[in-house]
């Protein structure tokens, strides 16, 4: 069943760059056109989380924003992995990729631009930094459905996990360099300094897409855009391993969103930090993410794949957990060793768990069911975002923790309860999804 629709779909041209023979003598090098997609994504990247960073600083001591102003920007930033990631994935499977992406990052140069500007007419407030944040993040959007859906396209089979893990650690660079310059920008230089350099970061982004040479693929049948969304549910929904993964992906966004619209006031106003202090602990994260993007394939190679996946929620537990002693243990060291944690663990799930997914699904509906992840990891966000601001305007700082501690405990019971654990190893996985399309 699942064959046939795939004959249907958009069909990698045989002289695509993927499939010509490559001038590099180490056969197993990444190709060229891969290589600038990754560059694009630090690009990208990196803008996107110095802004992430700056906004609720921004908000906090310019604006003197709470917790409920942080977590209605949050949230605000978060619906368009709501709204639009289906749209953006249904288009990232008919139209050009590369072409998609770059209209999408030019989006965010332009997000970047009208405030860049308020900033400087001194027509900054709450509000602005929402709708602003709301625009950048449909450029973030439109990259995040298109990069994965191309990556199978740029690399053989036999590269995915290469190519998923250079992804991440370039993501991860972003995570690291990111938050720590954020923070050090707006208490050196002033906050506008940290939106200029990811402005000039995303120009850099663009310049990168641009160059990229995407395989030419044939026109897909004219089918209801509903029916393609339909098939593309019914796939994710009836895999028992992709299934647990999108629940799994859900409640560790809503745990980590809860812990993003708490973080910033409680660090400030509890934990005593500064601006620099603060992007330091959360720089953290992407040193974590650095660190388990490189030990990745080694720790993966060293057990079952199933456990390997496994990893990222028991380690966001763990995380979880520490970060909840900092209410006893208050301590900059102690709240960086959490975000570390948060980084390491997770990355290692982004990377098994997305070449999971590109492994069994087919090609001609890999934008689809990319975009069904993100609705549901991404756009579980708000509701994040919105409960952590409620429960850190309403409760304790104690009550808030636990509650991220038992978020972070659901999912890991998730995936824990589910046939992905006992996956002993990727062609597996394979083996399963073959039979199921025959």
Known sequence: MWKSRQNEGLKIADKSPA??????????ALPSAFHKLAFSNLMAQSAEQLTLAAVPIVAVLML????????????????????????????????????????SE????????????????????????????????????????????????LVGSQQLAQANGRLELARSMAFAGGPALAGALIAWMGASTSFVLSLMLSLAAVGFLRQIQEPIRQAAPDRHPWLELKDGAHFVWSSDLLRPILFTSVAWNISWFVLQAIYVPYAIR?????????????ACYGVGMIAGSLLASRIVSLMPFGQAILLGPFFSVAAACVMASTHYVPSVLVAGFAYF????????????????????????????????????GTGARPLGALLGGFVGEMGSDLASLLVVVAGFAVQAILITLSRVRSLKSLSEAQEASQGRED
């Open 19 to 28: 499939n010509m023979p490559s001038m590099n003598s180490n056969p197993n």
């Open 64 to 103: 003197k924003a709470g917790p409920g102003e942080i977590g209605v920007i949050a949230a605000v930033q978060s619906l368009p992995f709501l709204l639009l990631s289906i749209p953006l994935g249904l288009l990232a499977d008919r139209m050009s990729r590369k072409k998609l992406m770059l209209m």
């Open 106 to 153: 030019v989006l965010r140069v332009c997000a970047l631009m009208v405030l860049i500007g308020a900033m400087v007419l001194e027509q900054i407030s709450v509000p602005l930094l929402a709708c602003v944040g709301f625009l950048a993040a449909v450029g973030t959007v439109g990259f995040s459905v298109s990069a994965p859906s191309l990556v199978p396209a």
């Open 270 to 282: 509890t934990l005593g930090m500064g601006s620099s202090e603060v992007g330091l602990t959360m």
């Open 341 to 376: 944690l948060f980084g390491f663990g997770p990355i290692i799930w982004t990377i098994t768990s997305t070449t999971l997914r590109q492994s069994v699904t087919p090609n001609s509906m890999m934008g689809r069911v990319t975009a069904i992840n993100i609705v549901a």
